[in-house]
Nanobody
Framework: QVQLVESGGGLVQPGGSLRLSCAAS???????ISWYRQAPGKRRELVAT???????NYADFVKGRFTISRDNAKKTVYLQMNSLKPEDTAVYYC?????????WGQGTQVTVSS
């Protein structure tokens, strides 16, 4: 089973960009990978998902601004975040799942503020 480590979070001004990375300890070939986020006092919500064949899906609130991608050779999934808004502030988590297992990373903080 893979272990997941997120990185790339930080403080950015509104309108700015960040790229999050989710690095796996093993092959991600068989995993569907998703990014979730959780803001203080709110439920964790799905941001984007990328299937095993690379097909992406996005929550309506990030469509046109965020792009999810995967590099199976590097065992890494990315979330490119553009045109960031203060409401995008949250801890972002990477999730990997198959029919049998589900793994979570520890999260990376994204803060959008001027």
């Amino acid at each position: 089973q893979v272990q997941l480590v997120e990185s790339g979070g930080g403080l950015v001004q509104p309108g700015g960009s960040l790229r999050l990375s989710c690095a796996a300890s093993g092959s991600i070939f068989n995993y569907v990978i998703s990014w979730y986020r959780q803001a203080p006092g709110k439920r964790r919500e799905l941001v984007a998902t990328i299937s095993r064949d690379g097909s992406p899906n996005y929550a309506d609130f990030v469509k046109g601004r965020f792009t999810i991608s995967r590099d199976n050779a590097k065992k890494t999934v990315y979330l490119q975040m553009n045109s960031l808004k203060p409401e995008d502030t949250a801890v972002y988590y990477c999730n990997a799942r198959t029919m049998l297992v589900e793994r979570w990373g520890q999260g990376t903080q994204v803060t959008v503020s001027s």
